[in-house]
């Protein structure tokens, strides 16, 4: 069975103050690991694919990277409006739904 | 990215009534699309895979027969809350497959309150 998790829970920073949160994963076969960004009361927004070890991709001040068994997402002098909550989730190489870890809410302050 | 849709988005309902909510892939057509569920705090939790002009694939401990799911054109699918109760209180959001791009978008969900 396909496993996520992600740590940490929860991560409060300043603004300015770049940290990175990560997602630790089991899967038969990796298809894709994706990065969602959540607002309250919202659906996910798609953020990164990654596909293969080493792989990275940028947008703003969120960079994406993936290992073998773990990707990170960093974020560089976060504002306020990045508070969220970051989903990571994977897809086996033999089907194509999600399994979705449990999330990192952000907050970061002004 | 696409656009995927939502139907209604909130609905508040009495127990025992069924409620239908709607998933449309706006810009793309999607041979499959998923239906999630997440509960206050909580991440996502896949409930079905539906295929266009197949049967929806549930997910273990997921009824079939009280979470209907249709999936009748590549743009449309929907999911019936049969004889809803006040557990099945939940927010429900979908996702559309685009293949081409093997990217997953996601609804804008349905915030579903069972009295």
């Known amino acids: 069975e396909d496993q996520v998790t992600q740590s940490p829970e929860a991560l409060r920073l300043q603004e300015g103050e770049s940290s990175s949160l990560n997602c630790s994963y089991t899967?038969?076969?990796?298809?894709?690991l994706f990065w969602y960004r959540q607002d309250p009361g919202k659906g996910p927004e798609f953020l990164f694919t990654?596909?293969?070890a080493g792989e990275e991709k940028e947008k703003e001040r969120l960079k994406a990277t993936l290992t073998k068994k773990e990707s990170f997402l960093h974020i560089t002098a976060p504002k306020p409006e990045d508070s969220a909550t970051y989903l990571c989730a994977v897809q086996a190489s033999n089907d194509y739904k999600l399994s979705f870890g449990a999330g990192t809410t952000v907050t970061v302050r002004a | 990215g696409a656009v995927v849709s939502q139907h209604p988005s909130w609905v508040i309902c009495k127990s025992g009534t069924s409620v239908k909510i709607e998933c449309r892939s706006l810009?793309?057509?999607?041979?499959?699309m998923f239906w999630y569920r997440q509960f206050p705090k909580q991440s996502l939790m896949l409930m079905a895979t539906?295929?266009?002009?197949?049967?929806?694939?549930?997910e273990q401990g997921v009824e079939k027969d009280k979470f209907l799911i249709n999936h009748a054109s590549l743009t449309l699918s929907t999911l019936t809350v049969t004889s809803a109760h006040p557990e099945d209180s939940s927010f429900y959001i979908c996702?559309?497959?685009?293949?081409?791009?093997?990217?997953?978008?996601f609804g804008p969900g349905t915030r579903l309150t069972v009295l």
């Open positions: 899967v038969s076969g990796l298809r894709g």
């Open positions: 810009d793309f057509q999607a041979t499959t």
């Open positions: 990654l596909y293969s």
């Open positions: 539906s295929n266009e002009g197949s049967k929806a694939t549930y």
């Open positions: 996702s559309a497959d685009d293949r081409g791009q093997n990217e997953q978008f």
